[in-house]
């Protein structure tokens, strides 16, 4: 009788906690999508404010009188913000970002290939590098303060610092100019199959792994400190769970739902933001376009890639909030034990 | 964990109160200096940074040559007892080129950091310890403008505006400021319910006063150490633009340009391009180690609020 009371209030607690981290999962995507929208009005209001529109920037010198009327006519850039905005949106939202003012071809098109050609960037430099990340990570921070921490910490803030034109300079030297194991100039066009970059894409997907690598090692390793100080850990080893069972089944599990936020951030990095290794390299990725596009001006195609990478970015935190909030152990026992 | 930090600004706020007065604040000054300097890795740091900031200072007064001095005779020679590193690609010395590269990186950075922490920090502790409305609506704003690479949006005003020192101090200062708000809005959080911080709303002590006799000198630590990495982290981007060709302008001496010229010639004269990289890579790792020791010294867990570039 006692037994039965106490089973069915574990259940209705576990359907309560069910049923709140289920109100965080939606607020939490409610959440993303207004920070999209919000990014958008940021991005429009943005190139509206500084000087210069389409317009000036297609004419050049030209640009003045009757033909910048014409081509604000033909344009529609007489239109009141708002209206221009509201359409600027909602042909995004349907994957239309117009014709680029310095190519024939459309914007979604470029952005497209360059996307893939990205992706396949971030995929080789996680690859790489992750395996590695964690490995190291986990290992600095069980051997917490002792020289093989000292070395491996002291080395991934170097790895993290140095900027990545010096080590893609450094590399390069050595790799492809003395030793002549790696081409250290990507020369395969935008629009080639992916298996076309290899082994092109080797050198700089070591460069951005470098960074990587330290920067999810130092919040793996952080992250196990805090796991090897908390209560359950310290019960554990009173209890005398050996020292190999303590570290896979209490530790680890804990300790690397964190790494799955560093990792997003990471992806999101890798996808908009490694502009420098890829002018290096002479890479046909997003970041390039981008820098292209700024100094051409063409406006259109900023507010696009501006756009897609910042989607990119709240999207792939919103996964990682997600998966953080599903792999969290204390949610999955309330649901092992309903079931 | 928490215990932990708690222990360590309770001894600093000790100290300091043992001594009392203006004389508190240096005391507290060099006793967090010396045990920065007391581990190997601190020592190293902030070596390198008093010595490439020295050398920033008294630079144009030792260099051999004339910074833009091209001479068509001497183009990408080796190095010999005249010009020690050798001369680049329009005959200019790479030592005097290499001493004087990193003045206006620190320069801009110098200015820039204070107002990046400044703006930002005060207006996390003002969310912080408002919070409401306000607070919502300004951290979606913070939340939109990350969700864009800095580069994008430092680019653009760049290209707008031309590349100039007053354009890229105000850039990197609004551009940097901007996650520190956050670091600052947390910290706060931190404190903000604290005993001493209720009670001096409930004596009816104005905003600004709570602000800058409770909060700030409880938030000052992690700014600090915040301020250490934005710092590094500017350096990061000014280079970087330099690189690209966005930052520094020829012929000024920068390590980023010099870096960017020297890449068509690293086989005929490695030492042009390496010796940039020498100098900005050892300023950049000595500024982190300060840095990470000032953290540990400070006991703000750093590798937790470190975000990706």
Not at chain 2, 139 to 163: E, H, N, Y
Request: charged share 15%; glycine share 8%; hydrophobic share 55%.
């Amino acid at each position: 009788m006692l037994g039965s009371l106490a089973r069915a209030d574990q259940v209705s607690r576990a359907t309560k906690v069910e049923h709140q981290v289920l109100k965080l999962l939606m607020r939490r995507i409610l959440l993303g999508f207004a920070t999209v929208a919000l990014v958008s009005v940021i991005i429009f209001a943005g190139i509206e404010i500084l000087p210069g529109d389409a317009c000036t920037a297609y004419l050049q010198r030209d640009a003045q009188g009757q033909r910048l009327e014409n081509c604000r006519q033909e344009l529609g850039l007489h239109r009141p913000v708002v209206v221009r905005y509201l359409g600027w949106a909602g042909s995004a939202l349907r994957g239309d970002f117009g014709v680029s003012v310095n190519s024939t071809k459309t914007i979604s098109e470029l952005v497209g290939d360059r996307s893939k050609n990205s992706l396949l960037l971030a995929f080789c430099t996680l690859v790489i590098g992750l395996p590695f990340a964690i490995f190291l990570g986990v290992i600095t921070g069980l051997n917490r303060d002792k020289p093989i921490d000292l070395v491996c910490s002291t080395v991934a803030i170097c790895a993290m610092t140095i900027p990545e034109f010096v080590s893609a300079t450094v590399l390069i030297l050595i790799f492809s100019v003395w030793l002549a194991w790696f081409p250290g100039i990507v020369m395969t066009s935008a629009s080639a199959p992916a298996l076309a970059f290899f082994p092109e894409i080797i050198l700089p997907s070591v460069v951005l792994a470098m960074v990587m690598t330290a920067h999810i090692l130092r919040t793996v390793r952080s992250s196990i400190i805090e796991v090897l100080e908390s209560d359950f850990v310290r019960m554990a080893i009173l209890k005398g769970v050996p020292y190999r069972q303590m570290v896979l089944r209490h530790v680890l599990p804990n300790a690397l739902l964190p790494a799955i936020n560093v990792i997003a951030l990471t992806i999101a990095w890798l996808m908009g933001g490694v502009v420098v290794v890829e002018t290096v390299f002479n890479f046909p990725g997003l970041g390039r376009l981008m820098i292209n596009a700024i100094t051409d001006r063409d406006l259109q195609l900023v507010q696009a890639i501006a756009l897609i990478v910042a989607v990119i970015y709240v999207g792939v935190n919103l996964a990682a909030d997600i998966a953080s909030l599903l792999l969290n152990p204390r949610l999955r026992t309330s649901m092992m034990r309903r079931s | 964990m928490s215990q932990g930090k708690n222990q360590v600004t309770d001894q600093v706020t000790d100290q300091g109160k043992q001594t009392g007065g203006t004389s508190s604040r240096a005391a507290g000054f060099w006793h967090v200096l010396v045990s920065m300097m007391s581990r190997p890795s601190g020592l190293i740091g902030v070596i390198l940074v008093l010595f490439h900031v020295t050398i920033a200072i008294i630079s144009p007064e030792i260099v051999p040559y004339d910074y833009k001095k091209i001479s068509n005779i001497l183009m990408l020679s080796a190095p010999d007892s005249h010009h020690w590193l050798g001369t680049d690609q329009l005959g200019r010395d790479v030592l005097t080129r290499v001493l004087m590269g990193g003045r206006q990186a620190l320069f801009v950075t110098a200015i820039a950091t204070p107002i990046a922490v400044m703006w930002g920090g005060f207006l996390g502790i003002y969310l912080g310890l408002v919070g409401g409305r306000k607070d919502d609506v300004i951290m979606r704003i913070v939340d939109a403008l990350l969700s864009l690479p800095w580069i994008l949006k430092m680019l653009l005003l760049i290209v707008t505006f031309g590349a100039g020192q007053m354009v890229l101090i105000p850039t990197l200062a609004f551009f940097y400021g901007i996650p520190v708000i956050r670091i600052s809005r947390v910290a706060t959080h931190d404190v903000v319910s604290r005993d001493f911080v209720q009670a001096a709303k409930a004596r009816g002590h104005s905003l600004a006063s709570i602000i800058f006799v409770e909060l700030l000198p409880n938030v000052r630590d992690a700014l600090l150490v915040e301020g250490a990495m934005r710092w590094s982290w500017m350096l990061l981007a000014f280079s970087s633009l330099s690189f690209l060709g966005f930052g520094a302008t020829p012929p000024n001496p920068d390590w980023g340009l010099m870096i960017a010229d020297a890449r068509g010639f690293l086989v005929v004269a490695p030492l042009a391009g390496l010796a940039p990289v020498f100098a900005l890579s050892t300023l950049i790792i000595g500024i982190n180690l300060t840095a990470d020791a000032l953290a540990k010294t400070l006991g703000v867990d750093r590798a937790r609020k470190a975000s990706i570039a």
